[in-house]
């Protein structure tokens, strides 16, 4: 199955292209050594038989295997500082910057900062929704690509039950139920955070949030790469969900601010798209919004995670300033999007000479 794939994959390659079997079949095999690791299948995703790559600009994309490579920037010591969304809130509170409050941790026996509830039981969750204000966003202490999630519209203390985005009731027991099998970690709480108005205007109600690359050499953290997750229709998150659920992802020229292409996902069928598709926004050619503020503020947030040397910011543009969504490690599912969008590979000059030289003597 997985040869005849590649052979139609090679044909249709050659369909668009002209480049040959022959010529294909060379550049893989060049590619599959040190430093790329780029196997077969990310070879055609990349379009890298596209005549449009010079030899020098295939050579600077990475394939999933490189990851052991480029993580090795980040000392695992302080990969809990990513990870743990609560450990980042008291990082954050500490260090003077603003994250997303916690209001409520749902855990049998951890606790957070002192003004965030402790939710351990169901009469407890009966009690905090009672008096919370609407809406709440719900999301997992450690989760991954906006699974988990959910926003709670409402809750009607008598019936004790609630409404989540959507118009989905669900008994508060049932919603229980739910919270405990989502994660052992625990889940979080927080006030929904309001996009700024320049962003509404852009791509609706929903917040949608910038993946801001950093990279920690020498001199200093400075941005390395960007793409802009825009949410569209009653999605809650601005993550694709493997290209999914419609949302978009925008790549960004990461010293500009200006889109330079966007995609859209829908079914897991990646289709390329120039405008917004509920605000009807034109999105090629556009500057994203604030973005000297955001440059300016993950540059200088980077300084307070000096060991994850390869960070991966979501940094949204709200009603009340920049903010800080979470840190991501920059592994591989970061590294795939934004060159898949971006038509650029990862390591570039600036890469090569941040990385250890004792990456290159690994066996592959």
Same mark, same amino acid.
């Not at 055609?44 to 600009?57: H, R, T, V």
């Not at 020498?218 to 809650?236: H, I, M, Y």
């Given at each position: ?41 990310? $070879?055609?995703? $990349?379009?890298? $038989? ?192 493997? &290209? ?18 966007? $995609? ?48 991966? &910011? ?51």
């Amino acid at each position: 199955m997985q040869l005849l794939r590649l052979i139609r994959r090679s044909s249709d390659a050659k369909a668009r292209s002209g480049v040959g079997y022959v010529r294909q079949m060379v550049q893989i095999m060049s590619l599959a050594r040190k430093p790329n690791l780029i196997g077969p299948d990310e $070879y055609f995703e $990349y379009c890298l $038989y596209d005549p449009k790559f010079s030899l020098a600009e295939r050579r600077e994309f990475v394939g999933y295997k490189a990851e052991r490579f480029y993580s090795k920037l980040n000392l695992s010591s302080w990969d809990a500082t990513a990870n743990d969304k609560v450990l980042f809130e008291q990082v954050m509170l500490a260090s003077g910057f603003s994250s997303p409050k916690n209001l409520a941790l749902f855990h049998p026996w951890r606790i957070a900062n002192p003004d965030c509830e402790h939710i351990r039981n169901v009469d407890h969750l009966h009690c905090f929704l009672s008096g919370a204000e609407f809406p709440l966003f719900v999301k997992p202490v450690h989760g991954l690509f906006g699974r988990g999630t959910a926003v709670i519209e409402q809750y009607d203390s008598d019936k004790r039950a609630l409404v989540l985005s959507g118009g989905q009731e669900l008994f508060l027991d049932e919603f229980f139920l739910w919270l405990q099998s989502s994660t052992r970690e625990g889940m979080l709480f927080q006030r929904m955070l309001i996009p700024s108005q320049e962003v509404v205007n852009v791509c609706g109600e929903r917040l949608s949030s910038v993946r801001m690359i950093v990279l920690c050499d020498q001199d200093r953290p400075s941005l390395f790469r960007a793409n802009w997750k825009l949410c569209t229709g009653e999605n809650v998150v601005d993550n694709t969900d493997g &290209w999914r659920n419609g949302n978009i992802v925008a790549a960004v020229d990461h010293v500009s601010g200006m889109i330079q292409r966007a $995609y859209r996902g829908l079914n897991g069928t990646r289709i390329e798209v120039s405008e917004h598709p509920d605000t009807k926004t034109p999105l090629i050619g556009l500057r994203i919004p604030h973005w000297d503020e955001m440059k300016t503020y993950v540059e200088s947030i980077a300084k307070v995670f000096p060991g994850v040397r390869f960070q991966a &910011w979501d940094i949204a543009a709200t009603s009340t300033g920049i903010c800080a969504l979470e840190l991501n490690l920059a592994t591989f599912h970061t590294v795939h999007a934004t060159q898949l969008v971006s038509h650029k590979g990862f390591l570039d000059d600036r890469l090569v000479r941040v990385l250890p030289d004792s990456v290159w003597l690994e066996d592959s």
